[in-house]
């Protein structure tokens, strides 16, 4: 279990999600004749104009408005992605440009799959725990990737989650306590060059999700001396509807506690950003002395568990930015001819 030595909390917190959607049962249309189940509702679908980097400036402007700070008083702008637009140049040098941060800010990108956006905001934690920078900003935010006819189309989505980590003295949320665990399997990976991901199938819930989510919460509420009934809240990874319900059940947890959190039959799988989203929806409704536990997942594998308090500066900071539900209502609706054009997946001879 680790704690920071300067007790750390969420003094901002944003999101973005694109107004795009496009329908599960259009994909199933087109590769099933409609025959297929579907894993969730809808997912999003970023605009002809949008990348990782358009929506973590979005997210990260929400996150600023909520925390009252300056952009300049950032000391790190880090994105968490599996998705970055450059397979070389950083997306956090645009990031922290655009949002004013630097130029004398640590920018940087991350990845760990899924959980590139927790690995992110662990470090965050770490950089202000120790007194090195009072603030740091840490990003999931993905265009999530999807073979045309794969498992994966249905779900893989877009979205950005931004946190901006503090002092606890300032947060809205303090984090009390976090623990990884990581094992080599290789349940989901893109080989380098190629344009979408392969999983195994095999793999994916057992040993993959399953395995790496339920170590990670099980050790750290071992440590921590609690149970699920101790946390009014909890939000795992979510790459589909039931994977998230299933986990929390084995833990303990109720479908109460998940449900304000579970947006992936409305979105889809937003990868980096699927559990800090989240996080982030429940924000929007906590109360002071509420308790939050998060877990996320990523592939190849691994899982980041953490403990948080709601304080009261919440009810008043999050009125500063759109709430969650401001963005799932403005959903547009495409057909797949106009989703396989924006994202590419028509590629001439």
């Not at 799959?113 to 120790?130: D, H, N, P, Q, R």
């Not at 589909?240 to 109460?256: E, I, S, Y």
Request: charged share 20%; net charge neutral.
């Amino acid at each position: 279990m680790m704690k920071p030595q300067q007790p750390v909390g969420i003094i901002g917190y944003g999101i973005y999600i694109p107004r795009y959607r496009i329908a599960a049962r259009e994909i199933a249309r087109i590769w099933t004749d409609g025959q297929s189940g579907t894993p969730v509702e809808a997912k999003s679908v970023p605009g002809p104009d949008e990348d990782t980097i358009t929506m973590s400036i979005e997210a990260a402007r929400n996150a600023l408005a909520r925390a009252s700070i300056p952009a300049s008083a950032l000391g790190a702008v880090w994105i968490g992605s599996e998705s970055h637009p450059y397979s070389v140049k950083p997306s956090g040098t645009v990031v922290a440009d655009a949002l004013g941060a630097g130029p004398w800010v640590s920018a940087a990108d991350w990845e760990f799959a899924c959980k590139a956006g927790s690995e992110a905001f662990t470090a965050a934690m770490a950089l202000v725990g120790s007194g090195m920078q009072r603030y740091a900003l840490a990003i999931g935010a993905d265009t999530a990737q999807g073979r045309p006819g794969d498992a994966l189309e249905y779900t893989a989505s877009a979205g950005a989650a931004a946190l901006i980590v503090g002092p606890a003295e300032e947060a809205l949320a303090t984090v009390d306590a976090t623990i990884s665990y990581v094992t080599d399997t290789p349940d989901f990976y893109r080989r380098a060059d190629r344009p979408y991901p392969v999983h195994g199938n095999r793999f994916t819930g057992e040993p993959a999700y399953f395995h790496q989510i339920q170590s990670a919460a099980g050790e750290l509420l071992r440590q921590l001396g609690r149970t699920a009934a101790d946390f009014t809240y909890a939000v795992f990874h979510q790459p589909n509807a039931k994977f998230p319900q299933a986990v929390a059940k084995r833990l303990g947890f109720t479908d109460r506690q998940v449900a304000p959190g579970l947006l992936s039959p409305q979105i889809g799988n937003t990868y980096s950003g699927a559990a800090l989203i989240g996080l982030c929806a429940i924000l929007d409704i906590a109360q002071p002395g509420d308790t939050i536990f998060m877990t996320t997942y990523g592939s190849g594998a691994g899982s980041d568990a953490y403990a948080l308090t709601v304080t009261e500066a919440v009810l008043e900071r999050r009125e500063r930015a759109p709430l969650t539900a401001t963005y799932l209502k403005r959903a547009v609706m495409i057909d797949y001819a106009i989703y396989a054009k924006w994202r590419g997946k028509l590629v001439m001879g």
